[in-house]
């Protein structure tokens, strides 16, 4: 059983800025995808679209949202640990945290039917009997979890689950966007039961539960900090990963892509995660450039909701029905737009607080009665 070593957790900014950098490649690669919102024959509207979307897929696809998982992991041990080493038990206070953030994900739906922040609250649950393992069984726990068990047991044992009911919802969902009263009741209705079919036969639940878990495990280990061998583990995590990336670029993955492609994506991500903690505490120009998307990182929940607002209105028929229009070029135009204006208000806005709108809301709903 886990008991905390009593060390202070101060703030972790690189952890901040990461956290930036995934709420920015997620608005982006959103707009990309039109907020699930396809027209057939507009997807590639220009001779540069089709390697734009290759490049843009490469590079942010399954990769920020494991950041943010990852990272997702770490604050549940800093703040478990935290409410530890003051005599308190954190676990009750996290599963009301939990809720809260289910009730912030059925709010987003009513925008965008894509919400994660449901499936977050969710699994999130799973994080407070596991920050009571020990090191040994989280580490062989998340292993499991992180080599794709189901895709494993699929192949080996012929076993192919019927997934027709989620593309059938994917279809309602394309109905339903003509008026923001029908999309609204249209992804409450089908929004939230696809998404989670999605996840779950892509991998994603498994995978997203382990990244929770890796985070957890590098809260435990300090890895974030400038401590000790935490640079030289970097080092080796870096050489490692970077060698898969590679090989995993030139290797055919066929008929095991549903296997192999989130593993290369977990090597990416590894390798982003690497390549920024070294960078960050090697070279300070670095830190002063990247830093700057610490406040924008502190505010992704609010980042979140407000791209889904403004995505919705932007490519929903209900708004300027972009999606009819825009390819893929275009619309990473649009989704470099919405960041830059998402950065510029959210700005405005650290001036005067320290935390983000929701993110206050959160912390003062979170610690009520307390």
Request: glycine share 10%; charged share 15%; proline share 2%.
């Given at each position: 059983?886990?008991?905390?070593?009593?060390?202070?957790?101060?703030?972790?900014?690189?952890?901040?800025?990461?956290?930036?950098?995934?709420?920015?490649?997620?608005?982006?690669?959103?707009?990309?995808?039109?907020?699930?919102?396809?027209?057939?024959?507009?997807?590639?509207?220009?001779?540069?679209?089709?390697?734009?979307?290759?490049?843009?897929?490469?590079?942010?696809?399954?990769?920020?949202?494991?950041?943010?998982?990852?990272?997702?992991?770490?604050?549940?041990?800093?703040?478990?640990?935290?409410?530890?080493?003051?005599?308190?038990?954190?676990?009750?206070?996290?599963?009301?945290?939990?809720?809260?953030?289910?009730?912030?994900?059925?709010?987003?739906?009513?925008?965008?039917?894509?919400?994660?922040?449901?499936?977050?609250?969710?699994?999130?649950?799973?994080?407070?009997?596991?920050?009571?393992?020990?090191?040994?069984?989280?580490?062989?726990?998340?292993?499991?979890?992180?080599?794709?068990?189901?895709e494993i047991?699929?192949?080996?044992?012929?076993?192919?689950?019927?997934?027709?009911?989620?593309?059938?919802?994917?279809?309602?969902?394309?109905?339903?966007?003509?008026?923001?009263?029908?999309?609204?009741?249209?992804?409450?209705?089908?929004?939230?039961?696809?998404?989670?079919?999605?996840?779950?036969f892509n991998?994603?639940?498994?995978?997203?539960?382990?990244?929770?878990?890796?985070?957890?495990?590098?809260?435990?280990?300090?890895?974030?900090?400038?401590?000790?061998?935490?640079?030289?583990?970097?080092?080796?995590?870096?050489?490692?990963?970077?060698?898969?990336?590679i090989a995993?670029?030139?290797?055919?993955?066929?008929?095991?892509?549903?296997?192999?492609?989130?593993?290369?994506?977990?090597?990416?991500?590894?390798?982003?995660?690497?390549?920024?903690?070294?960078?960050?505490?090697?070279?300070?120009?670095?830190?002063?450039?990247?830093?700057?998307?610490?406040?924008?990182?502190?505010?992704?929940?609010?980042?979140?909701?407000?791209?889904?607002?403004?995505?919705?209105?932007?490519?929903?028929?209900?708004?300027?029905?972009?999606?009819?229009?825009?390819?893929?070029?275009?619309?990473?135009?649009?989704?470099?737009?919405?960041?830059?204006?998402?950065?510029?208000?959210?700005?405005?806005?650290?001036?005067?607080?320290?935390?983000?709108?929701?993110?206050?809301?959160?912390?003062?709903?979170?610690?009520?009665?307390?």
């Amino acid at each position: 059983m886990y008991k905390t070593k009593g060390l202070k957790n101060s703030r972790i900014e690189v952890a901040d800025a990461l956290r930036g950098l995934a709420v920015a490649g997620i608005i982006l690669f959103h707009s990309v995808e039109h907020f699930n919102t396809f027209a057939r024959d507009i997807k590639y509207t220009l001779p540069c679209d089709r390697q734009v979307f290759s490049i843009l897929q490469a590079l942010l696809s399954g990769k920020m949202y494991g950041i943010f998982a990852v990272l997702f992991g770490l604050s549940f041990f800093i703040m478990r640990d935290n409410q530890e080493q003051k005599g308190r038990d954190f676990s009750l206070r996290f599963a009301w945290r939990m809720v809260l953030l289910f009730l912030f994900g059925v709010l987003n739906v009513c925008f965008y039917d894509g919400d994660i922040l449901i499936t977050y609250a969710i699994l999130g649950l799973l994080l407070i009997p596991a920050g009571y393992l020990s090191n040994r069984w989280l580490w062989f726990i998340t292993i499991l979890l992180l080599i794709q068990p189901m895709e494993i047991y699929s192949h080996l044992a012929g076993w192919h689950p019927d997934s027709r009911w989620v593309s059938m919802g994917y279809f309602k969902l394309m109905q339903g966007h003509d008026t923001f009263l029908n999309s609204m009741v249209t992804n409450l209705r089908y929004g939230i039961t696809t998404t989670l079919g999605w996840f779950w036969f892509n991998g994603r639940i498994t995978q997203t539960l382990g990244l929770f878990y890796l985070g957890l495990l590098f809260g435990r280990m300090r890895l974030f900090y400038d401590e000790g061998d935490n640079l030289k583990l970097w080092r080796i995590i870096l050489t490692i990963s970077g060698v898969l990336v590679i090989a995993g670029a030139f290797i055919e993955f066929g008929k095991y892509d549903d296997l192999l492609h989130p593993m290369w994506n977990l090597a990416i991500l590894m390798l982003i995660l690497s390549v920024s903690v070294l960078l960050w505490y090697r070279f300070s120009g670095f830190r002063n450039v990247f830093g700057k998307l610490c406040f924008f990182g502190r505010m992704s929940l609010t980042n979140y909701l407000l791209q889904s607002i403004l995505g919705s209105l932007i490519f929903y028929e209900w708004g300027f029905s972009m999606y009819n229009t825009l390819g893929t070029t275009w619309s990473a135009l649009v989704g470099i737009g919405m960041i830059l204006f998402q950065y510029s208000i959210l700005k405005l806005w650290a001036r005067n607080h320290r935390r983000g709108p929701l993110e206050g809301l959160w912390y003062r709903l979170t610690w009520l009665g307390s």
